[in-house]
């Protein structure tokens, strides 16, 4: 039994005999260990070349437009079979059934990460108060018994924005934004938060919600809509519709260049989005 030497880590690594590395054996080691492999760095720029031509031929919005037309009888099929559930519910049931526990996913692969800025997540909450329509939640219920049980396909900054505010919780640590709703109280504005938390007692202009409020609050109704009842048996062609869903619900809203490549199915896309620095 021996360690591999310099040249062979090299081979496995997809290096060419004829690299050459510089350094001591250590330092020889450290460059190939950290290294991106150079023919999956290969195989990556080829997929970043036709993601670039598809850019080239195609507006953002053609590229969403491309596979507007359903051909495939499986998923033509899977598509009159899912049942929709239309319902409002109250906020204090939205969040005790889904938020609390986390029962619903709120971030699944396809989803756009969360770019709410702090005055998009205070206008919410503005908007729920002042009896302003908010679009329906779509949830997908998922037959996993052991994980989550609802999947959020549209909604998730909606549901983001009213757990945290629930919970006093800003949804960015790093950059914390504690959410609330601004009130106009003696020609003065007047931040006002849920939940009776200590690190929100030193906000300047703020109180607590009263009891009366919070009920108000927790009254506001939200449609939710729920989509089941799918062959588990196809879950990768449902998992092709759910992407093709949550395009087609985000035209007209700017979608960024990763999140159409976390829709863009191609075998190394598909392999880099699990590691974060892409996602």
Same mark, same amino acid.
């Given at each position: ?20 590395? *510089?350094?001591?054996?250590?330092? $020889? ?19 970043? %070349?036709?993601? #670039?031509?598809?850019?080239? $031929?195609?507006?953002?919005?053609? !590229? ?10 499986? %998923? ?12 409002? #519910?109250?906020? %204090?049931? !939205? ?15 396809? $989803? ?5 800025? /702090?005055?998009? $997540? ?5 908007? @729920? +108060? ?6 329906? !939640?779509?949830? @997908? ?8 049980? #609802? ?8 549901? =983001? ?20 709703? =601004? ?6 504005? @007047? ?17 607590? +919600? *009263? ?13 939710? @809509? ?6 588990? %048996? ?5 998992? /092709?519709?759910?992407?093709? +869903? ?24 598909? #392999? ?8």
């Amino acid at each position: 039994r021996r360690r591999l030497f310099h040249r062979e880590a090299a081979r496995l690594q997809s290096f060419p005999d004829w690299f050459e590395f *510089t350094g001591n054996e250590t330092q $020889q080691f450290n460059q190939i260990g950290n290294a991106v492999p150079p023919l999956l760095a290969y195989q990556l720029a080829l997929a970043l %070349k036709d993601c #670039y031509k598809l850019g080239e $031929q195609f507006s953002q919005e053609e !590229i969403l437009e491309k596979d507007d037309i359903v051909d495939d009888e499986n %998923k033509i099929s899977m598509l009159k079979n899912l049942k929709y559930d239309f319902e409002s #519910y109250e906020i %204090k049931y !939205i969040y005790e059934t889904y938020l609390r526990d986390e029962t619903v996913n709120l971030t699944p692969p396809y $989803q756009r990460e969360f770019a709410w800025d /702090s005055k998009k $997540q205070d206008l919410f909450i503005d908007s @729920i +108060m002042n009896n302003f329509i908010i679009p329906p !939640i779509i949830l @997908i219920k998922l037959n996993d018994k052991k994980g989550f049980r #609802y999947e959020c396909m549209d909604g998730q900054h909606r549901l =983001t924005v009213l757990k945290h505010y629930i919970e006093g919780k800003p949804i960015n640590p790093q950059d914390p934004h504690y959410i609330r709703y =601004t009130k106009l109280e003696d020609n003065k504005k @007047i931040n006002i938060f849920y939940s009776k938390k200590k690190r929100l007692e030193n906000i300047k202009d703020s109180r607590y +919600m *009263t009891e009366d409020e919070k009920a108000i609050f927790n009254d506001k109704k939200i449609i939710i @809509i729920k989509i089941s009842n799918y062959d588990p %048996k196809l879950i990768s062609l449902f998992s /092709s519709i759910k992407n093709e +869903m949550f395009l087609r619900l985000q035209k007209g809203e700017k979608v960024n260049g990763t999140d159409v490549l976390r829709n863009f199915d191609h075998p190394l896309i598909n #392999y880099l989005m699990v590691f974060p620095f892409v996602q």
